[in-house]
């Protein structure tokens, strides 16, 4: 790395009194970009974490970053979060992002402080979270000789961050840092880790504003090719059996871009369908609303996708969640897709109009064009009605039970009890996840946090505290299982300190619940290491962590419980005992095709030995 | 090289199982990178971590001031997986765009070769690859009474012929850099 090609031309020097005191005294917004101040690396970071308008970081200390926590001791607008694990601080910075449209930061310590990072950073990069992950390292003259807690954090995280950093000279902290908030949360968002050798957040650097950051080599695209929209447009006029297939694109858009996506269904009335990703963007009381696709996604939306003429990809991946058998895949179809990631289009499915844009700009783009060209409304009525036809089926239907509570009936319960609340879900990986996808429904975007592409256990309660810190008075909930809750039930205790009300809904059915239903599937219902012999007694754990604790396992008692949670002033473990062995369905299968979905009641011959090889 | 390009497939949706119909095809892309640690390692670690393949990589820094490097990969895949490998490898920060040399009209391989080749003083052998060298234009870089290094420069397909020549006679050890590549006219 040449440092010296940015090496500040002009050198403010502060007064004998030091750094500290001098760049207090100064009027912040004049210096912004105008001004070189010279300071000690740890607080060029602290000082860039402000003019990035970073307000919440999360983190847990560590030998490798003090001086930088000794910067932060003396800067108390900086909310940090101390996490119990390093990988509670990335999923709180996730959740934290996820809900607010703005990065997530998060800083840790070297060696196993990076490595627990690891698999936030990957999720993050899954599902384009926008990250920045500060992580300490040993000193510069001690990197490659094993040193204590020495780990290759640049390495390590290099595939599976936008991008990462190792500072080597404090006059590049500045820069780096400006540029990684930059690259974080521009193009397709997705994690970016900056490593600071001890040493460098020692040592005295110059600091430079964030006013035109701006990079050598990375510009993404975001704005709508005319001709591709004209494309697009064309193959939407023509169409007599479309449908909007939305992601998590429109999300990352920013609200705007769902307000637009709201008029341009409403204009086309066009029916829609949103990946996992993408549910609240268009919401679940709209009347083109179809549901969730994919796996375990809408009978009438997968079946949509499989017999529409024209497929309007907007912000989403056609991941193999999304698509099921690909050869199979909406056989009969035009496809538009909008993805602001070039690599996105014909990586799997070949398309037919790709536009590389962000989805909120494509979205206004047609939009546009929709409203300003005359011809008459396609004729969609045969379509509808066909569509029609797929909601009598009533997919999501399960059978209710006097003496259980049905994990179905435990969501819808909890989402008819919430619903008139702000309320923000966040959730685990496994049956609940896609019972809460299926049975919550969201009327806004940024309401639903969830691990999508990586399907991290462990996400749901660390992601809820993110959120909650960033909506101290919004109702903030987990839905959790048994199973994925003990990944990171550390946090509660951080969710305790920091007054953070979460409350936990778990369902509890004592299996690794969707281990279990493909064991039964695809394993002749051999149920190899997928029970939980000793489960601990929530009631009581959340009271040793100083928490609130609630049991409940009879349905007539459910409605009471859930608004005794909702109710209590603080964190709340909700121990919600389920039937134990309920099902996930719909479902298709894997080596599938969308229009072979399950509804229900299945042996185990639906899958074959094709597709039991997929995941 | 190969400069067959296969046609897309009538339907939209992509057959898993065409992946051996496509034609595999040769590809020789230019990556102009900016020169930060890491980058080559950014580079190698796409191909292996989405398993495309690497045939020949060279990289040095060509441009001092702009701290660019260029790197020549020469890969294989059909035209979508090529397509692919060019759109993940712009995704990477520090790439500043990627060339499609074999495509394009204007690009231009090369390759360096050092060959040793076991030719003893008065045999025929000795003879004969020293007429071929020459037929190759390929420069002597050292003799003794038992062996001959040459230097030899061109295409990829000139060097495999080289070689393939000199095996009969006496080949002992190849060392190549790798494919070269630039475009003819002004700045790409």
């Keep these: 790395m040449q440092g010296a090609q940015w090496a500040p031309l002009f050198l403010f020097k502060l007064p004998a009194n030091g750094p500290n005191t001098g760049m207090v005294e100064m009027d912040r917004q004049d210096m912004i970009g105008e001004t070189e101040l010279t300071m000690t690396g740890a607080e060029i970071v602290v000082r860039a974490l402000r003019d990035q308008g970073v307000e919440t970081l999360f983190g847990y200390p560590g030998g490798a970053v003090l001086p930088i926590y000794d910067a932060l001791f003396s800067t108390p607008e900086l909310q940090h979060i101390l996490v119990r694990h390093e990988q509670g601080a990335g999923h709180a910075a996730e959740g934290y992002a996820r809900s607010t449209g703005k990065p997530g930061v998060c800083l840790v310590t070297s060696g196993p402080g990076a490595t627990n990072m690891v698999t936030p950073i990957a999720d993050a990069m899954m599902d384009s979270i926008p990250m920045v992950v500060l992580t300490g390292q040993v000193p510069s003259h001690l990197i490659g000789t094993d040193a204590f807690q020495e780990c290759d954090t640049v390495g390590i995280t290099r595939c599976c961050a936008k991008h990462n950093y190792l500072v080597r000279d404090v006059n590049d902290l500045a820069r780096v840092m400006h540029e990684a908030f930059l690259i974080a949360t521009t193009g397709r968002p997705g994690p970016v880790v900056i490593d600071i050798p001890k040493d460098i957040q020692f040592a005295t650097g110059t600091y430079t504003g964030p006013t035109g950051a701006k990079h050598k080599t990375y510009h993404p695209a975001s704005e709508p090719h005319e001709a591709s929209i004209e494309a697009a447009l064309e193959l939407m006029r023509q169409a007599r059996r479309p449908v909007f297939y939305t992601g998590g694109g429109i999300i990352n858009s920013g609200t705007e871009a769902s307000v637009a996506l709201r008029q341009l269904v409403a204009e086309t009335n066009f029916p829609i369908t949103s990946t996992l990703m993408g549910l609240g963007a268009y919401p679940a009381s709209g009347k083109n609303w179809l549901g969730m696709v994919g796996m375990h996604g809408a009978y009438e939306a997968n079946h949509a996708m499989h017999d529409c003429d024209v497929m309007i990809c907007l912000g989403a991946r056609f991941d193999d969640r999304v698509t099921g058998r690909l050869d199979a895949f909406s056989p009969n179809s035009k496809k538009i897709h909008v993805d602001i990631d070039p690599s996105s289009i014909n990586k799997t499915v070949r398309v037919d109009v790709p536009v590389i844009a962000d989805a909120g700009k494509a979205i206004n783009a047609l939009l546009q064009g929709w409203q300003q060209q005359q011809h008459p409304r396609n004729d969609l009525s045969e379509w509808w009605s066909q569509i029609n036809g797929w909601r009598d089926r009533k997919g999501f239907a399960y059978d209710k039970l006097e003496d259980q509570i049905k994990p179905q009936y435990a969501i819808e319960r909890l989402y008819e009890l919430t619903k008139a609340k702000d309320t923000y879900i966040t959730t685990e990986v496994g049956q609940h996840q896609m019972w809460a996808a299926q049975h919550f429904h969201f009327e806004e975007p940024h309401r639903w946090m969830t691990s999508g592409g990586l399907g991290t256990m462990g996400y749901g309660l660390p992601a809820a505290l993110g959120v909650q810190a960033a909506h101290p008075d919004a109702l903030v909930i987990d839905i959790a299982g048994e199973a994925s809750i003990q990944m990171c039930m550390q946090e509660m205790s951080t969710a305790v300190q920091f007054n953070l009300p979460i409350k936990i809904f778990i369902l509890n059915n004592e299996w690794m619940g969707m281990v279990r239903q493909w064991q039964q599937l695809l394993h002749g219902e051999r149920y190899s290491h997928s029970y939980s012999d000793s489960l601990p007694d929530f009631v009581a754990l959340a009271k040793a962590y100083g928490g609130h604790g609630i049991q409940c396992r009879d349905p007539k008692d459910l409605d009471a419980a859930i608004q005794e949670m909702i109710d209590y002033d603080g964190p709340v473990l909700f121990d919600c005992l389920v039937t134990k062995d309920e099902n996930c369905f719909p479902m298709i299968p894997s080596g599938a095709a969308h229009n072979e979905m399950i509804l229900g009641k299945i042996t185990g011959d639906e899958i074959d030995e094709a597709g039991k090889v997929l995941v | 090289m190969s400069n067959t390009t296969s046609t897309p497939s009538p339907q939209s949706a992509y057959f898993i199982d065409d992946h051996s119909a496509d034609m595999i095809v040769r590809r020789t892309l230019a990556a102009i ?137 006496g080949l002992v050890q190849v060392s190549r850099t790798g494919v070269l590549s630039i475009q003819r006219g002004l700045p790409e």
């Design chain 2, 33 to 169: 990178v900016d020169n930060e640690p890491g980058v080559l390692a950014r580079v190698v670690g796409l191909f292996s971590a989405r398993g495309y393949n690497i045939e020949s990589l060279t990289v040095a820094e060509v441009d001092r001031k702009a701290h660019q490097s260029r790197i020549t990969i020469v890969t294989t895949g059909t035209v979508q997986i090529i397509a692919q490998i060019k759109a993940q490898l712009e995704r990477l920060v520090p790439v500043a765009r990627v060339i499609d040399i074999t495509t394009s009209p204007a690009g231009l391989e090369r390759e360096l070769a050092l060959i040793k080749v076991k030719a003893e003083t008065g045999s025929d052998e000795r003879v004969e690859a020293m007429r071929l060298s020459e037929i190759f234009r390929a420069r002597v870089l050292d003799v003794t009474l038992e062996s001959f290094i040459f230097e030899v420069t061109g295409g990829s397909s000139k060097i495999d012929q080289f070689i393939e020549l000199m095996e009969p006679l």
